[in-house]
């Protein structure tokens, strides 16, 4: 696997990408604009295209972005989701002019509205946005903690998007705190391997371009979206293990979302190695 981890572009993208070498990581993962916000700016291409070249330099490869968290394909609030699609494609196209390999985004929420009405929407959505799509550049759907009315928090639901779409482009990130807390036990090799069984006949484990490795504290199908540190939660060393031993995760790529600074990163991406080490060993 190639391992990353979410890194701020705020003082420049070229800082960003001394930011990755200086820790070792292969991949990495931004926000291209505020993630509190419907604005968009211009497209600073040349910048981009430095971004790009400064990438292949450092050896950083995937690029991924992830998008607003005010993004919702389901809302039933017409300007929610006119605004939530021109950031998504804003996203698409700075990934385009970037070389960045993968959009990421969380679908939302079909809030009061009946799931199949919210469900329709969100297909109606995805299909928008993936229209013209860059052939480089794949929409990546996350799976959600599964709270409430949250869209995919099942993978049986994201499957289902899948197939109704059936765009070659819309591809799927695993979100490990998420998966355990939408009641996916991955804290064993034998829970993985259920998983796995799962996501590969609900989905095929081709579309499952890429993972989030998060820990949590959260209990087992808590629904609640709480990222920890990698082996000290409950998914703990041995579900990381198992994870990263499976036939699934060979050649992609997992970006660690875990709290904290440098020093944190560095912890983190220590644990994450030394679980891969063993499993090569």
């Excluded at 070389?99 to 009405?117: E, I, K, P, Q």
């Amino acid at each position: 696997m190639r391992i990353g981890a979410h890194v701020r572009v705020g003082t420049g993208y070229e800082a960003a990408v001394g930011y990755a070498r200086k820790l070792g990581y292969d991949a990495l993962q931004f926000f291209a604009g505020n993630p509190k916000t419907y604005r968009v700016g211009a497209i600073d291409t040349p910048a981009l295209q430095r971004f790009a070249a400064a990438r292949v330099q450092a050896g950083i490869a995937p690029a991924v972005i992830h998008t607003s968290y005010l993004i919702n394909l389901a809302s039933e609030d017409d300007k929610t989701v006119a605004g939530s699609l021109r950031l998504l494609k804003n996203d698409l196209a700075i990934a385009a002019v970037g070389d960045v390999a993968y959009v990421n985004t969380h679908l939302g929420s079909y809030g009061t509205r009946a799931r199949a009405d919210g469900f329709a929407a969100v297909v109606a959505a995805l299909e928008d946005a993936l229209d013209g799509i860059a052939p480089d550049v794949s929409l990546v759907m996350e799976n959600s903690a599964g709270a409430g009315q949250l869209c995919g928090g099942t993978i049986e639901e994201l499957g289902a998007f899948v197939r109704a779409i059936g765009h070659p482009n819309l591809r799927v990130c695993l979100d490990t705190a998420h998966t355990w807390a939408a009641g996916y036990a991955i804290d064993s090799r034998d829970g993985v391997e259920r998983f796995f069984e799962l996501v590969e006949s609900e989905l095929g484990l081709e579309r499952v371009v890429m993972f989030h490795f998060n820990d949590t504290q959260i209990e087992l199908g808590g629904h609640r979206d709480r990222h920890w540190h990698i082996g000290e939660g409950r998914i703990g060393i041995e579900g990381f293990r198992a994870i990263v031993a499976h036939p699934g995760v060979v050649g992609k790529v997992a970006i660690l979302e875990t709290p904290g600074e440098e020093d944190d990163d560095a912890r983190n991406l220590r644990a994450i190695r030394t679980v891969l080490d063993g499993v090569a060993a």
